[in-house]
């Protein structure tokens, strides 16, 4: 087959598929949008029904990677490279299926577990002078779709125009002229916007962390600028937030658009946090609260393009995810996303953070694999209690770990320790390096 005969073939295969979607997926889908496939005992649907919905919730999101062929996506080759890339399992020498069913043990005792953090601060955090919600865009050529992202901002806060909110646009295009993006904000929000501009692409990471010492509201709404709000969002997340006020990572459900914004799919969730060690489920829409940030920290540049997958493990085993069965997010599929565009990329990072706390999740259950510990520091002696607590595993792989800590041991303090270890340790084991002593300061 030539190589016009297989393009004009792929083009074929997109349009069959985008229009299956439209017309077949998209009916079917809304029909069963409410049901909550992720806990079978609260949902009406016969177990055989649900389990064939579930298939179409995967169906329908391998469907539209056919729909747009720019996303070169290769199931077997995605599949290939992923088993190619247990790299815990490797440095533990143990199955990767027994880490795995482990780190959701872990998650869902986590999840069961209510934050004493987070509750002693819900009662007081809000200051009835500061917004209600930041709702943070990071501006990057799509200014096309960013005009519709605000018009969805705009209809959300005329349904419920009690909660205050700010919009923090970030423009991180250097090509794109500021007065180009300030002429798209419509009369009705310029006083609720805060424009920051950037002279060179600093990126998406770096661009959200320096946002979120801009921001002055309670929660930090995340809206891409080719993504769209549903009116209701923020009448139902202060709804939410009444009823569960110790939780401070809020996520959504939502619907896969296309470019002019007809719907593809109705995302029939059927995860639960437990499946984060898999892929990130908890993405669209996401709403922090901004303390958790003070508490856990910014996102991780070294995880750029997955920063909010890594967050949201780093949240899971520290307290609970706030799943909502409401849809209140559009994603827009097309050529030029985040996700059509560096799928491969994106891929290889999401493995990496999988692969990070996979390690992490051992850790936590099993203590530590061949660490030797050579710790200084004024908090030396409380650290070292810590560790002996979590106890020893011995496998093939040993390291040396020079720590020089001068915080006071506390539990969250501990867990952030063994990300930032895992972080530097599966790159280090991933890179083949050959040294073996690693040095931390916390």
């Not at 577990?113 to 919600?133: E, G, N």
Request: hydrophobic share 35%; aromatic share 12%.
């Amino acid at each position: 087959m030539g190589v016009s005969s297989f393009l004009r073939w792929r083009q074929f295969l997109a349009w069959t598929a985008k229009h299956f979607l439209l017309w077949i997926i998209a009916p079917a889908t809304s029909k069963f949008q409410q049901d909550n496939l992720c806990t079978p005992k609260k949902s009406l649907l016969p177990t055989l029904l649900r389990k064939s919905l579930c298939f179409l919730h995967w169906f329908s999101q391998g469907l539209i990677t056919l729909a747009y062929p720019a996303m070169e996506y290769h199931p077997l080759r995605s599949r290939r490279e992923r088993y190619a890339s247990q790299w815990a399992s490797e440095f533990l020498d143990l199955p990767s299926s027994l880490l795995e069913e482990e780190a959701k043990r872990y998650i869902d005792h986590s999840q069961a577990t209510s934050s004493f953090m987070a509750l002693k601060k819900s009662s007081s955090f809000h200051p009835p002078t500061q917004p209600r919600f930041s709702v943070l865009i990071c501006f990057h050529q799509h200014l096309d779709y960013l005009k519709k992202a605000l018009r969805s901002i705009e209809e959300a806060s005329a349904y419920h125009p009690q909660s205050s909110l700010e919009i923090l646009l970030i423009n991180d295009d250097p090509s794109m002229s500021s007065r180009a993006i300030m002429n798209e904000i419509f009369i009705s929000l310029r006083s609720k916007v805060r424009f920051y501009t950037h002279e060179v692409n600093r990126g998406i990471c770096t661009s959200i962390n320096e946002a979120l010492g801009y921001a002055q509201g309670e929660w930090i709404l995340h809206l891409d600028c080719d993504d769209c709000l549903l009116p209701p969002v923020f009448s139902i997340l202060e709804k939410k937030i009444q009823e569960a006020p110790t939780k401070r990572y809020m996520s959504s459900r939502a619907i896969d658009i296309d470019e002019k914004g007809n719907i593809l799919s109705w995302r029939l969730r059927s995860e639960s946090p437990r499946d984060l060690v898999h892929h990130n489920v908890a993405s669209h829409l996401k709403v922090i609260r901004k303390d958790l940030h003070n508490d856990l920290g910014l996102f991780n540049p070294k995880f750029e393009g997955c920063q909010d997958y890594e967050f949201a493990l780093r949240v899971a085993i520290h307290e609970p995810l706030h799943f909502i069965d409401d849809y209140l997010y559009q994603y827009r599929w097309h050529d030029r996303s985040q996700t059509v565009g560096h799928n491969q990329r994106q891929n290889f990072i999401a493995n990496r953070v999988s692969q990070t706390y996979l390690l992490v999740l051992f850790w936590l259950n099993h203590g530590f694999s061949n660490i030797q510990w050579y710790m200084r520091g004024s908090s030396a002696l409380d650290w070292q209690t810590y560790f002996s607590k979590l106890g020893s595993y011995s496998s093939k792989n040993s390291y040396r770990v020079n720590l020089e800590i001068n915080r006071p041991y506390e539990e969250s303090q501990g867990k952030l320790l063994l990300v930032q270890l895992a972080t530097i340790m599966i790159d280090h084991y991933r890179e083949r390096k050959e040294e073996r002593t690693l040095s931390i300061t916390l």
